[in-house]
């Protein structure tokens, strides 16, 4: 069974700190993405890497791809409020079934104002 | 445009007693998804369709749970019968074809609790 580990589990920080959140797997994945989910509500995409060692940026969020394509981070600059929620990654299965992704355990974020 | 539609909301049942949890998918999305959220185990794969037929169904706990698409606007997730366990909140998502990257659109969930 594919897993992929995200650490910190949570993560309680100041308002206007900044954060890293890290998604990790022993498996090759051909895209991974990053979700958002706030609380009684689904999941929404952020984004999408698909290249190995690829860099987006989304404002003050910047997501990276492991050159492996094994692992990613998200970090976040100058957290806000509205940041606040459940980020999730989530793998596409290389080689396998088109669009069966494998979700992370996910990091719970709070920013305290 | 409208996003996944998912009902109920919320449901509480009894043990023993069936559910049937209802989705429709984005217009035009050919892939539908079904998954569970729980703080334990997080979102959890059950099954999925691709133009209305069921591809992968290894996630679909027990023989308690199936699920159906009649036609590419709707789908059906039943639970019979509930049991405590199942208490977990529901989600249904549509996708694209062709893009190849499996990006899901959510619906918000629907919350079950079995007493």
């Known amino acids: 069974t594919q897993l992929l580990e995200q650490s910190p589990q949570f993560l309680s920080i100041q308002e206007g700190e900044n954060l890293t959140v890290y998604c990790n797997s022993s498996s090759v994945f051909s895209s991974l993405q990053w979700y958002r989910q706030e609380p009684g509500e689904g999941p929404v995409l952020l984004v999408t890497?698909?290249?190995?060692?690829e860099v987006k940026k989304l404002k003050r969020l910047t997501f990276q791809f492991g050159d492996a394509r094994k692992d990613s981070s998200l970090h976040i600059t100058a957290a806000q409020t509205g940041d606040t929620g459940l980020y999730l990654c989530?793998?596409?299965?290389?080689?396998?079934?088109?669009?069966?992704?494998?979700f992370g355990t996910g990091t719970l974020l709070a920013v305290q104002p | 445009d409208a996003g996944v539609i998912q009902s109920p909301r919320h449901e509480v049942t009894e043990m023993g007693q069936e559910v049937t949890l209802r989705c429709k998918p984005i217009?035009?999305?050919?892939?539908l998804f079904w998954y569970r959220q729980t703080m334990m185990r997080g979102l959890e794969l059950l099954i999925y369709f691709n133009n209305n037929v069921p591809i992968d169904d290894s996630g679909m706990p027990e023989d308690r749970f199936s699920a159906k698409m009649p036609n590419a606007s709707f789908s059906t997730l039943k639970i019979q019968p509930s049991e405590p366990r199942d208490s977990a909140v529901y989600f249904c998502a549509s996708s694209p074809s062709g893009r190849g990257t499996g990006e899901l659109f959510f619906g918000e969930g629907s919350r079950l609790t079995v007493l």
């Open positions: 890497v698909v290249t190995g060692g």
């Open positions: 217009s035009g999305h050919d892939y």
């Open positions: 989530a793998g596409l299965n290389y080689g396998g079934a088109t669009n069966k992704l494998i």
